[in-house]
C-alpha cells in the first residue's frame, strides 16, 4: 500500500533475456537454440517488488486461462491472475497482434528476480539460458 507516500520512482532498469523451455523429452530445433524472449525488468525506488514490461501475443493472458511465466501459481488450475481478470479480458490470443504486459512481481531486485527465475531454469520448467543483457539507472 503506498497510500501517503511519494509517487515511486524507478530506480533501475535491466534487459533480461532467456528461451522457452519445451517440456521434458523434446530437443530443440536451430531455430529454438537461436529465438530469445527479451523483457525489461523494472527496480523501484521504494524497493517493495519490481516489474515486468514485455512485448507479448493479444490477449495471451486470456487464452492462456491466466498461465503467465512471471506468477508463482502459473501451473494451477485456475491461477490467481485469471480468477481475478474480468471475463471481458478472456478471449482468444491473436497471432499477428502484440500489447505491452506489465507485470509486478514480489522480488524486490534484479538479483532476487533472477534467483526466482533460476529456480524455474530447465527444460522440464519455464525458462531456459537466463541472461541479464543491459542493465541502467
Avoid at 63 to 77: L, M, T
Wanted: proline share 6%.
Amino acid at each position: 500500500d503506498l497510500a501517503g507516500s511519494a509517487v515511486p520512482q524507478m530506480s533501475d532498469v535491466h534487459m533480461i533475456s532467456h528461451r522457452y523451455a519445451l517440456g521434458p523429452g523434446k530437443r530443440e530445433s536451430a531455430e529454438d537454440r537461436l529465438t530469445y524472449h527479451s523483457f525489461l525488468l523494472l527496480e523501484w525506488d521504494h524497493s517493495r517488488h519490481t516489474t515486468v514490461l514485455e512485448l507479448a501475443l493479444l490477449n495471451g493472458v486470456g487464452g492462456y486461462k491466466g498461465k503467465v511465466n512471471w506468477c508463482e501459481d502459473r501451473d494451477a488450475p485456475l491461477p490467481s491472475l485469471y480468477k481475478a481478470m474480468p471475463s471481458e479480458l478472456v478471449q482468444p490470443w491473436v497471432l499477428d497482434c502484440c500489447e505491452i504486459r506489465v507485470t509486478d512481481s514480489p522480488c524486490k531486485s534484479v538479483e532476487e528476480f533472477l534467483t526466482w527465475m533460476q529456480s524455474h531454469e530447465g527444460m522440464d520448467k519455464r525458462f531456459i539460458d537466463i541472461r541479464k543483457t543491459h542493465s541502467g539507472p
